[in-house]
């Protein structure tokens, strides 16, 4: 719940990232405000301050997509950063509380470790980011809420059914790289699909679950939503019929989970863009960010398994 009578201006909260990113570059996290039991987290393992990439980090691209919640006082950052010469995409969001970081949570997507065939460390702008919206093309924020819900709910056993709204523009890109309109070598041609003709195929039926859904922070303003949820694939598929009639090979046939914070541009009611990180983790890891993970969910699985 937001409280408008105790907002944080965006200024303000934006400083506090500042501060952060440059302690961050320092590798000194005591020049963090860190608010007294603060939590933090990096590819949803809870650490101690000054742990993660505190330790290995050598440096900051300056690539810098920046968003904030002035109700929730929650900020958020997408950037690369460098480990002795391995570049990463990583999403942080930090939430904020009478001048202190009361949370700090980061997924990097690391090449050696992130678990995708993509990654991109080279990252440029998108201008449909940084645009600020025209009052009448805003978004109430339950509402947003719901559109974003309801793409993980797409997501989830993928069968062609829509149950959000997408804009005919929407792009999605994944750790830097596009994964809609992009037919390159990893991708293929599912690549070169728009956002919603990807899912009215049922491409992803093999996203079995997306788990410990939240939703921290809104900008309003910019129409930005920032998710934190869980990705399972449970390996049940090994070929999956698309709702044209062809038969793939899914990405994941074993288990696997990644663990995300997810961007999404709303814009007069409908998803335009989307910019994600994310990372595997062990299979079913509990996210330390929210207890709804789905408990009970395997037994449909291992029924739908032995039919």
Known sequence: MTNPSHQIAREELFAVLDSYLAALRERDCNAVPWAQDAKISENGVMLRAGQGAWVSLTGLDKFDLRFCDTSAGEVGHFGVLDESGDRSPFALRLRVAEGL???????????LDCGTPFLNADLVDRPVLLETLAP????DRAEMIRLADGYFSTLERNDG???TVFDPSCDRRENGTYTTNNESEHLGWIGGLSCEAQFRLGWFLFDDE????RYPLIDEERG??????MIDHAGLHKSVTLTDGRTVIPVFRRPHSFNLLELFKIKAGRIEAIEAVFHTVPYRMPSPWSGADGAGHDRDLAQEASR
């Open 101 to 111: 970081v009361a949370e700090a949570e980061m997924v990097v997507a690391r090449p």
């Open 136 to 139: 009448r093309d805003r978004t």
């Open 161 to 163: 059914t829509i149950k």
């Open 210 to 213: 997306l788990r410990a859904r």
């Open 224 to 229: 930005l939503l920032l998710a934190g949820a």
